[in-house]
């Protein structure tokens, strides 16, 4: 018999606290992650967890989360027989190399149960079980399951209730209600060592694997073992309700808003505005002379551009910019936005010169918004010649603001004044 193996004639022995305690994980750990539903509360014919955000579905955000860990090794994705080839096409198009896909049963318990049995052959030390619709799960939280997992043989995630808990009678009525504070909510990850999660289903009643929905008492039940408890952050909510995809797809589209790479060229002019812009805008803002240089390759997975031209008529600083973003193959699920600031002087030619009877930047636009690049330009006076210096820099803050939080296809290759 394994160690930490259930033997139901003798409850494993109680963990010795002075045993050696991991600090860290370096030892075998999968995940699966049961994504076998219909999401019937969401109201919606897709599956919640195909449901799209910035045109890829929900479950590579999460499959993504765990990727990211370099101490994973597996992960096993768990799906109805009917996703099973959407699933794989997924997997191919988003690039996941540590994806094995089964198939799934007719409750959660089943389609865990299935992917648990699809790591009999390579059995890991410690098996992650996450629901595949909770996207936003951070590694220093999966450790901590993790090694609690190992620990005490099981370990969830836990939260606390938001509403009291209550039993009603038969003709429905109250019958008593519980003391909130005793309890919580039972969420994922959990962690199981092999042995225990596999001995647990293994025990399992048709009655459990039909109507059951937690795998912690799944282990106390069959294994006498009692899970450790962790409270988690509130990202671990389960996306359930169609109001729940609006709340993830604002929180995967939020850090993509807080930044912009600016390019800057090498006028005077053009830093006086950055360094007011960077007063005025609530974003990151990191100001370049120019991309060609290696060292700021990393700006080129920006999801937001500001092109600052003085005078000269500078489609070319767009389309150098647009450039260098083709060459860094930028698959963009998700439309990126170019601002290009033009700042006028009072001799000098505007950068809007038009070319017939529409501005320069009109044209451009339109022949990048098929690559999700969406072009806006705002044109405004240099300081020298305006007398409304500060209130032109607030108009184009707001402005950057907007444009970048809306990216409305409406005003792509507008020339808006400020
Ligand atoms: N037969 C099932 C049922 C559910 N799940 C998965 O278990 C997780 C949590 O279940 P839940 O939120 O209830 O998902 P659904 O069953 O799809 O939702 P609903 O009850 O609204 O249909 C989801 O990732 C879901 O895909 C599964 O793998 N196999
Ligand atoms: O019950 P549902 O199928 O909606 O969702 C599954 C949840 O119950 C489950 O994820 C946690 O409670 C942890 O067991």
Known sequence: MLDGECNPDRPPLPRDAGTHRATSVDFPVCVVLPAGGTGERTGLQTPKQFWSFLERP?????????ERVSWIQDVVVVVAKENLD?????????????????????TRHRSIYNGVQALAEDRPEVVIIHDAVR?????????????????????GAIRPLVSTVIATTSEG????????????????????????????????????????????????QHCHINAKLIPGPPTLWKVTYRWDLAAAGSIIKEPMLQS???????????ATLITALQKALHMKLHVVTDLSAEKHTFLLKEWNYIQVSVDVCCRSDIEALVTQLEVEKRVLQYPLVIIWLCLNTSNGKSCSTTEGKKPAITDLASSLEHKKILLYGIQLPTPQDSDCWETSVLKVSDLISVLVKERSPALVGQLLQA
């Open 58 to 66: 929900l479950i590579s955000y999460t499959i993504d989360a765990f």
């Open 86 to 106: 959407q699933m794989s096409g997924i997997v191919q198009r988003f690039g996941h190399r540590k994806v094995r896909v089964v198939t799934g049963g007719s």
């Open 135 to 155: 996207p936003f799960v951070e590694e220093d939280f999966l450790s901590k399951i993790t090694l609690a997992a190992k620990e005490h043989g099981a370990a």
């Open 173 to 220: 009525f109250l019958d008593h209600s519980l003391e909130r504070a005793k309890y919580r909510a039972s969420e994922t990850p959990q962690g199981f060592t092999y042995e225990v999660i596999s001995q647990a289903y293994q025990r399992s009643s048709e009655s459990d694997l039909e109507f059951g929905t937690e795998c912690l008492h799944l282990a106390l």
């Open 260 to 270: 912009a790479c600016v390019v800057s060229g090498d006028s005077v002019h053009a």
